[in-house]
């Protein structure tokens, strides 16, 4: 074990809270710590984690606001919270369902080692056509939150028409992917001319409309007509234009407002009444209330993964340090699939 770790270790915590906008180099703060301090704070029912991969997500800047929400915020002088993967390295002597070697899934953070309960871990059970680092994208929380925003939250239907915004991204490349596997017709909006033909010629949706285009209004309403499902990633004034191209008994499923993250003052909806008009209704969700449900999710998803139903790509960044520049470039627009960072150099590289 102990060629495996070395005598300090890195994490990230939160030194302030940020003002309205993008973080900036003061919000977080980068320690170097002692492993083997570390090691002396594992208690009899805790693991030590290696961390392999780490998830950002675009909800990851709202847990740094002091405000209501469905998670307490990070707490300042805490190490920032995030998914990820990793290989368990030693167990507590009262440790019964976790071996040394197991890879894991858990809120580990922005560290390079952790130190768990292991009621905090899971143990990865990798279905044939997956890798671990699916657990953090399409088996992980993107994919279970396309899944049931669009059959529990959108209803989706065969032959009804889908559009999903952010759709390059970890979700609305899964959501996209479903719509066709469910039999509805699929237009997808990103931001570059790039992932609007990744989308069309690799994901195979009916058409991929580029929001930055001078004729994207127009386009829009030709390749959409009216919509029956609108699967929202950005909100802002995506949302407000679908809103005008609403069908009879229309379901919006609001994922996320990625457009209004870092924005100073987010674009209001000036289009809502059609909602009363049209019968039609608008939902958010958050994926934790479908916690029970998990397992069933990530059969089915797991299912298409093997048969090649369903494809994914990572944005692999390198070393835990530059993770607060990375969560920025996803705000940005940077990535294309799901942005992970790749923790550690003896992390196993993704085979996809």
């Known amino acids: 074990?102990?060629?495996?770790?070395?005598?300090?270790?890195?994490?990230?915590?939160?030194?302030?809270?940020?003002?309205?906008?993008?973080?900036?180099?003061?919000?977080?703060?980068?320690?170097?710590?002692?492993?083997?301090?570390?090691k002396q704070s594992m208690g009899a029912g805790d693991v030590l984690v290696r961390v392999d991969y780490v998830s950002?997500?675009?909800?990851?800047?709202?847990?740094?606001?002091?405000?209501?929400?469905?998670?307490?915020?990070?707490?300042?002088?805490?190490?920032m919270r995030a998914g990820g993967i990793g290989t368990v390295l030693a167990v507590g002597k009262d440790v019964q369902k976790v071996k040394v070697g197991d890879s894991v899934n858990a809120m580990l953070g922005w560290t390079e080692?952790?130190?768990?309960?292991?009621?905090?871990?899971?143990?990865?059970?990798?279905?044939?056509?997956?890798v671990p680092l699916d657990f953090l994208g399409v088996l992980g929380m993107t994919g279970i939150t396309a899944y049931y925003g669009l059959l529990e939250i959108g209803q989706l239907k065969a032959g009804e028409t889908l559009v999903v915004s952010g759709a390059a991204g970890a979700t609305?490349?899964?959501?996209?992917?479903?719509?066709?596997?469910?039999?509805?017709?699929?237009?997808?909006?990103?931001?570059?001319?790039?992932?609007?033909?990744?989308?069309?010629?690799?994901l195979g949706v009916d058409k991929a409309l580029n929001y930055k285009s001078p004729t994207f209004k127009k386009d829009f309403q030709s390749a959409v007509g009216y919509l029956d499902v609108y699967f929202d990633n950005v909100g802002g004034e995506i949302l407000d234009l679908c809103l005008t191209r609403l069908n009879k008994?229309?379901?919006?499923?609001?994922?996320?407002?990625?457009?209004?993250?870092?924005?100073?003052?987010?674009?209001?909806?000036?289009?809502?009444?059609t909602l009363i008009a049209q019968s039609a209704s608008i939902r958010g969700f958050i994926i934790t209330d479908y916690a029970p449900h998990y397992d069933e999710a990530r059969a089915k998803l797991g299912e298409w993964l093997g048969q090649g139903k369903l494809k994914r790509k990572f944005h692999i960044q390198q070393g835990i340090k530059d993770a607060?520049?990375?969560?920025?470039?996803?705000?940005?627009?940077k990535n294309t699939g799901k942005m992970v960072v790749k923790v550690s150099p003896q992390a196993e590289d993704a085979r996809l």
């Open 1 to 38: 074990m102990s060629s495996q770790i070395p005598a300090n270790y890195t994490r990230i915590i939160l030194n302030e809270r940020p003002k309205k906008g993008p973080i900036t180099e003061t919000t977080f703060k980068t320690e170097e710590l002692s492993t083997e301090e570390l």
């Open 324 to 333: 607060p520049k990375h969560l920025n470039e996803l705000y940005e627009g």
């Open 56 to 79: 950002l997500d675009p909800a990851m800047r709202g847990w740094l606001n002091d405000a209501r929400s469905y998670v307490e915020p990070v707490k300042v002088g805490a190490i």
């Open 172 to 202: 609305g490349s899964v959501a996209c992917q479903m719509g066709k596997l469910l039999g509805a017709k699929v237009i997808a909006i990103a931001g570059a001319d790039d992932k609007c033909k990744w989308l069309e010629e690799d």
């Open 249 to 273: 008994n229309a379901r919006i499923a609001l994922c996320g407002a990625i457009s209004a993250y870092n924005s100073p003052s987010p674009h209001g909806l000036q289009n809502y009444l």
């Open 113 to 130: 080692f952790a130190v768990l309960p292991e009621k905090s871990v899971a143990v990865l059970k990798v279905p044939s056509g997956a």
